[in-house]
């Protein structure tokens, strides 16, 4: 009788069990350091499919690579949402699958229950083409008006802003500021780690001084390590969004710079959170809410005030100064964070209008950067 009685009660236990959603796992906790092994490969659980896709860009005018994550179990008789994850200065489609094993992270996370399957795009985030001064803000119209088109026609995934969002490191951290924020009708969720100095103002990031994106926003994920020199130009936002009630999530690596470690970590925990916000939600009854101000492609209004992104002088014209800024014999991201240092310097300071102002304009600001991301990795 007593067994009878446990048995019973045993049943009652599992059918309850069975009843909880096997689902998102609470992320209360978060953002938080990942444990041990979170970026490493296992071989005993499903994996997904990392592949390139070619795709017509009109706003290069040309075929476009980009990689694509299939999380394990990828079936067209379901819908997933997608994450477009954009890389740094001097990368390419292949920097996170490369550097940051966005595919490793993620397929751990599925294996552990913390997240739902969704996909991942590594597109390509420097929409470089002959007359284009800026392929990094020309980008905008190459993702929005090609890549998730393209995505979109050709996966089983949901094509509605609650099942998007943009995400990216450095200077595709700051390409996820300026986009997102400036479609929020397209991206209400949105990761800027290390977020570098093509961040826009926030004037122009938050025209209607906040209210669109306090209205719109589902979650705005901002991270850096503790010893990055580019951490003002995120930081700024986060001070913005603070300050205009605007939720946001500040997260800092202690002790960590310009690298991976903050990357990858902020991968880890933006996935996860990003699914509690509802990304990966299966209600689309949520009502899209209606656009405040009129979407655009260009993030960029037009620049009356400052010279941003003015087309490169023709190096015929002005002495050529070398974009190695601190003559270690090559370029990268070193100079990068000082080129920032001196941002919106004038001329009058001379070491910095004979060394860091590359175009010779007067002004050290993101037309710097540009040239000098033209010249990444080239050793001098
Ligand atoms: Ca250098
Ligand atoms: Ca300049």
């Known amino acids: 009788m007593k067994k009878k009685v446990l048995n019973a009660l045993l049943t009652c236990l599992l059918v309850t069990t ?63 949402s997608v994450m477009y994850l954009l890389h740094g200065i001097g990368g390419n489609e292949d ?18 229950g913390k997240i739902q399957p969704f996909v991942c795009v590594l597109p390509n985030g420097n929409a470089t083409a002959t007359g284009v001064s800026d392929g990094w803000t020309n980008f905008t119209k190459d993702l929005i008006g090609s890549l998730m088109p393209y995505v979109e026609s050709h996966y089983s995934v949901y094509t509605d802003r609650i099942h998007r969002t943009v995400a990216g490191l450095s200077m595709g951290g700051g390409q996820a500021f300026n986009i997102g924020l400036l479609n929020l009708n397209l991206f209400p969720y949105i990761g800027a780690f290390s977020a570098a100095p093509d961040t826009l103002p926030n004037a122009q990031l938050f025209p209607d001084n906040g209210v669109a994106a306090k209205q719109q926003l589902k979650f705005l994920f901002i991270s850096y390590g503790t010893t990055d020199n580019l951490i003002n130009f995120g930081t700024g936002v986060h001070t913005f969004c603070d300050s205009h009630s605007i939720p946001n999530t ?23 959170m990003v699914c509690t916000a509802g990304f990966t939600s299966e209600n689309t009854s949520t009502p899209v809410p209606t656009p405040t101000s009129t979407p655009t492609l260009k993030p960029t209004p037009t620049p009356t005030s400052t010279p941003t992104l003015k087309p490169t002088p023709t190096p015929t014209s002005k002495p050529s100064i070398s974009a190695d800024l601190n003559h270690d014999g090559v370029v990268n991201m070193a100079d990068v964070i000082l080129l920032a240092s001196a941002f919106n310097s004038v001329s009058g300071n001379e070491k910095f209008r004979n060394e860091y102002d590359l175009n010779s304009d007067g002004v050290i600001n993101m037309s710097d950067v540009i040239i000098l991301a033209g010249k990444f990795n080239i050793v001098v």
Not at 59 to 78: C, E, F
Not at 102 to 110: E, S
Not at 250 to 269: C, I
Request: aromatic share 14%; charged share 10%.
């Open 18 to 80: 069975s009843l909880i959603p096997t689902t998102i796992v609470t992320a209360a906790s978060l953002p938080t350091t990942p444990p041990s092994g979170y970026d490493k490969a296992q071989s005993n659980i499903p994996h997904g499919q990392v592949s390139y896709i070619n795709y017509q860009s009109a706003a290069t005018n040309s075929q476009r690579r980009a990689r694509i994550y299939l999380p394990p179990g990828y079936t067209t008789s379901k819908k997933y």
């Open 95 to 112: 920097e996170w699958y490369t550097n940051g094993v966005p595919h490793v992270i993620l397929d751990n996370l599925i294996a552990a």
């Open 250 to 272: 500040y997260f800092l690596v202690q002790g960590a710079g310009h690298d991976w470690n903050v990357w990858k970590q902020s991968l880890w925990n933006y996935s996860q």
